[in-house]
T-cell receptor, first 113, second 110 residues
Framework: DAGVIQSPRHEVTEMGQEVTLRCKPI?????LFWYRQTMMRGLELLIY????????DSGMPEDRFSAKMPNASFSTLKIQPSEPRDSAVYFC???????????FGQGTRLTVV | QQQVKQSPQSLIVQKGGISIINCAYE??????FPWYQQFPGKGPALLIA?????SEKKEGRFTISFNKSAKQFSLHIMDSQPGDSATYFC?????????FGTGTSLTVIP
């Protein structure tokens, strides 16, 4: 398996624009997580899905952020409108519920100017 | 509220020395404790993990020590090497509730 695949790897956008980050989890995994990493706040859990259903989105910073998982092999994290303070590395991770380990993608480095 | 407290924030060790990173938790429902290693530009990668029914787990130069009564666990890196320089995260898991520590930046000096 190729692991968790995220795209794009880097994204530079202007303030106010819509940004969509994409994630393909490991085949067979039934849980998917979106994290944001910054120097100031470390790794923050934004949202996680179990069997394509959002279970906990309490980490989503505000209404500008939304996440979907239309099927078991694809998820998106959308920011609309984007702001400079959204600049961070966004990670997607997947796991098989009950196994404990989460496997991370390479991340998307987002820069909002 | 920080579910998992990790220390130190940064650590500098001589090559060949022992690196020790500590974590503490409060929720006794946690039943799995992994450590992740992250190199610059990469995602965190699972390094080693332990369940609370054992007090120690060793894999090569990496050892987790677990103290259930104190609700603490630590990562020991023996014979630290420059290639071990990375950020290390502890985590505590209950079901699908993942909680990460704030990370420790380890630098191993040649």
């Amino acid at each position: 398996d190729a692991g968790v695949i995220q795209s794009p790897r880097h994204e530079v956008t202007e303030m106010g624009q819509e940004v969509t980050l994409r994630c393909k989890p490991i085949s067979g995994h039934n849980s998917l997580f979106w994290y944001r990493q910054t120097m100031m706040r470390g790794l923050e859990l934004l949202i996680y899905f179990n069997n394509n259903v959002p279970i906990d989105d309490s980490g989503m910073p505000e209404d500008r952020f939304s996440a979907k998982m239309p099927n078991a092999s694809f998820s998106t994290l959308k920011i609309q409108p984007s702001e400079p303070r959204d600049s961070a590395v966004y990670f997607c991770a997947s796991s098989f519920r009950g196994r404990g380990e989460a496997f991370f993608g390479q991340g998307t480095r987002l820069t909002v100017v | 509220q920080q579910q998992v407290k990790q220390s130190p924030q940064s650590l500098i060790v001589q090559k060949g020395g022992i690196s020790i990173i500590n974590c503490a938790y409060e929720n006794t429902a946690f039943d799995y404790f992994p450590w992740y290693q992250q190199f610059p530009g990469k995602g965190p990668a699972l390094l080693i993990a332990i369940r609370p029914d054992v007090s120690e787990k060793k894999e090569g130069r990496f050892t987790i020590s677990f103290n259930k009564s104190a609700k603490q666990f630590s990562l020991h890196i023996m014979d630290s090497q420059p290639g071990d320089s990375a950020t290390y995260f502890c985590a505590a898991i209950s079901g699908n509730q993942f909680y990460f520590g704030t990370g420790t930046s380890l630098t191993v000096i040649p």
